[in-house]
């Protein structure tokens, strides 16, 4: 019954990781080099809906298809996106922000338990907003790191422009997660 349970999270993974592939191509392209797209939406979401292991699992396939060739870094490969590309920091963010925010639901909203409605769209509200600050931190550190910009020019370029895209995003996430948590619980436990 336990290889059930992990072959059914296991798919789920697979799943995630291509729609995280997905949604480099799904984006609009800003004059500083860093489109918005949905792809940080997916990972994130994979974090909130597989949990803290199988959502980072998601976000660690998606990373290894870049680093081996496949364009999913919006639109670039290699291991050099990876580690010295614009967008690297928000890159490792997916993974980060996969765990924590995971983990954030593990803790206070685990798939199990009833929770009144107010609660659950509080507490996943939390989970996704921490997310989106782990996510943004991580690709503000490592734009000031590989791009050599002071702390206000990467916020300028890295955060500013993206803020209300990621209101709607955060919005989405909440919606979704709310939608189709309980089915991925009900499927997978």
């Known amino acids: 019954?336990?290889?059930i349970k992990i072959q059914k999270n296991l798919i789920l993974s697979a799943?995630?990781?291509a729609l995280i592939c997905v949604?480099?191509?799904?984006?609009?392209?800003?004059?500083g080099g860093i489109p918005i797209a949905i792809q940080d939406m997916m990972a994130m979401l994979s974090g909130l809906l597989l949990g803290p292991v199988f959502g980072a699992l998601s976000v660690i396939v998606f990373l290894v298809l870049g680093v081996i060739g496949l364009p999913v870094f919006t639109g670039?490969?290699?291991?050099a996106v990876l580690l010295n590309g614009p967008t690297s920091g928000f890159l490792w963010g997916y993974l980060v922000s996969a765990i924590v925010g995971g983990l954030f639901l593990?803790?206070?909203?685990?798939?199990?338990?009833?929770?009144?409605k107010a609660k659950q769209y509080v507490l996943i509200s939390l989970a996704a907003l921490l997310e989106t600050?782990?996510?943004?931190?991580?690709?503000?550190?490592?734009?000031?790191?590989i791009m050599k910009m002071s702390f206000a020019?990467?916020?300028?370029a890295y955060l500013i422009p993206f803020i209300p895209g990621n209101i709607i995003k955060i919005i989405l996430m909440?919606?979704?997660?709310?939608?189709?948590?309980?089915?991925?619980?009900?499927?997978?436990h």
């Open 133 to 145: 600050v782990v996510l943004f931190a991580c690709g503000i550190a490592g734009g000031m790191m």
């Open 153 to 156: 020019k990467t916020l300028a």
């Open 1 to 3: 019954m336990k290889n």
């Open 174 to 188: 909440v919606f979704l997660t709310k939608k189709i948590r309980p089915v991925i619980y009900g499927y997978t």
């Open 23 to 31: 949604g480099c191509f799904i984006q609009i392209p800003l004059p």
């Open 106 to 116: 593990l803790v206070f909203l685990p798939g199990g338990k009833s929770h009144s």
């Open 76 to 79: 670039k490969a290699g291991i």
């Open 15 to 17: 799943l995630f990781a």
